[in-house]
């Protein structure tokens, strides 16, 4: 299959708005006669991840837009979120996720070792560098940051635990891609959408799989303001006990202020010594 491109409006100041996810819930019919899918779970799923920073209240009109469901699917969906405690709405009916939200979030962080062994690292860089540094995920064809210490907000995009962010055009993403088995990537290249966010960012799989050759024969990635003008960061691979890439430690930056040198040469040292720390959490 080939790529498919967007031209959306790209991205020419740090203090551009974020990019829309949207969802698919059409998505779901792939899984039609799978006897041991649970297509209610599903959807309310698909909802919950509706809801980002730029958007954190929505209309069922609004929501069943952006997730592709139907009304009466995401009406359902809502109701059981407001029973259960983990949405409401205001009087104007416009839903909203509570904090119990967050009991499912620090269910996976308290479970998740490397995410706990990796944020007390983290903030301990951040400390010395006085740069943010974070760890990510691969999840499909997006990143979603487990760990982050942050000294300054070098995003219009404010990030955090669970933000997700597009691989092909993000140093972490490019790190996970070029290390996944060449079936997996096969198959995730195939599936994904070259969104055009700044004039630099990559817009063939050519120039992609390039780049991704070049991660794995240098051993990380520098993107420079492929995913946001003025945002340049370092990643590199974190491996576990099986020798896989698992994961991913990064450093971001204002580009005016870290040139592409000092990246390689100042900050990539550091970043692969805090990932061999990590990699040993994962054996």
Same mark, same amino acid.
């Given at each position: 299959?080939?790529?498919?491109?967007?031209?959306?409006?790209?991205?020419?100041?740090?203090?551009?708005?974020?990019?829309?996810?949207?969802?698919? $819930? *059409?998505?779901?019919?792939?899984?039609?006669?799978?006897?041991?899918?649970?297509?209610?779970?599903?959807?309310?799923?698909? #909802? &919950?991840?509706?809801?980002?920073?730029?958007?954190?209240?929505?209309?069922?009109?609004?929501?069943?837009?952006? /997730?592709?469901?139907?009304?009466? %699917?995401?009406?359902?969906?809502?109701?059981?979120?407001?029973?259960?405690?983990?949405?409401?709405?205001?009087?104007?009916?416009?839903?909203?996720? +509570?904090?119990?939200?967050?009991?499912?979030?620090?269910?996976?962080? %308290?479970?998740? /070792?490397?995410?706990?062994?990796?944020?007390? &690292?983290?903030?301990?860089?951040?400390?010395?560098?006085?740069?943010?540094?974070? *760890?990510?995920?691969?999840?499909?064809?997006?990143?979603?940051?487990?760990?982050?210490?942050?000294?300054?907000?070098?995003?219009? #995009?404010?990030?955090?635990?669970?933000? +997700?962010?597009?691989?092909?055009?993000?140093?972490?993403?490019?790190?996970?891609? %070029?290390?996944?088995?060449?079936?997996?990537?096969? &198959?995730? @290249?195939?599936?994904?959408?070259?969104?055009?966010?700044?004039?630099? /960012?990559?817009?063939?799989?050519?120039?992609?799989?390039?780049?991704? +050759?070049? #991660?794995?024969?240098?051993?990380?990635?520098? *993107?420079?303001?492929?995913?946001?003008?003025? @945002?340049?960061? &370092?990643?590199?691979?974190?491996? %576990?006990?099986? $020798?896989?890439?698992?994961?991913?430690?990064? @450093?971001?930056?204002?580009?005016? +202020?870290?040139?592409?040198?000092?990246?390689?040469?100042?900050?990539?040292?550091?970043?692969?010594?805090?990932?061999?720390?990590?990699?040993?959490?994962?054996?």
């Amino acid at each position: 299959m080939t790529p498919r491109l967007s031209t959306a409006a790209a991205t020419t100041s740090p203090t551009a708005p974020a990019k829309a996810k949207t969802l698919p $819930g *059409v998505a779901l019919d792939s899984y039609t006669g799978d006897p041991n899918f649970m297509a209610s779970l599903a959807r309310g799923l698909v #909802v &919950i991840e509706a809801f980002t920073p730029q958007s954190p209240q929505m209309t069922i009109s609004q929501l069943s837009l952006r /997730t592709g469901l139907s009304r009466a %699917a995401v009406r359902r969906c809502l109701y059981t979120l407001v029973k259960l405690g983990f949405a409401g709405a205001d009087e104007s009916q416009r839903y909203s996720l +509570r904090p119990k939200m967050l009991s499912l979030a620090n269910t996976y962080t %308290a479970s998740s /070792t490397l995410a706990n062994a990796a944020q007390p &690292i983290l903030e301990r860089m951040s400390n010395t560098y006085h740069e943010s540094f974070s *760890v990510a995920t691969l999840d499909g064809d997006q990143i979603v940051y487990i760990a982050r210490s942050s000294v300054t907000r070098v995003m219009s #995009v404010d990030l955090h635990i669970g933000s +997700r962010l597009p691989a092909f055009c993000t140093s972490m993403g490019r790190v996970l891609l %070029a290390y996944l088995p060449q079936d997996q990537l096969e &198959i995730t @290249l195939s599936r994904l959408v070259l969104t055009q966010y700044t004039p630099r /960012t990559i817009n063939s799989i050519d120039k992609l799989r390039l780049a991704l +050759r070049n #991660v794995r024969r240098n051993g990380y990635a520098l *993107v420079d303001q492929e995913y946001e003008i003025g @945002l340049r960061s &370092i990643a590199v691979p974190i491996y %576990a006990g099986n $020798g896989r890439v698992v994961a991913v430690v990064n @450093l971001s930056g204002h580009a005016p +202020r870290i040139p592409m040198l000092e990246m390689q040469t100042r900050f990539l040292p550091p970043l692969r010594a805090a990932a061999a720390e990590l990699s040993v959490f994962l054996r």
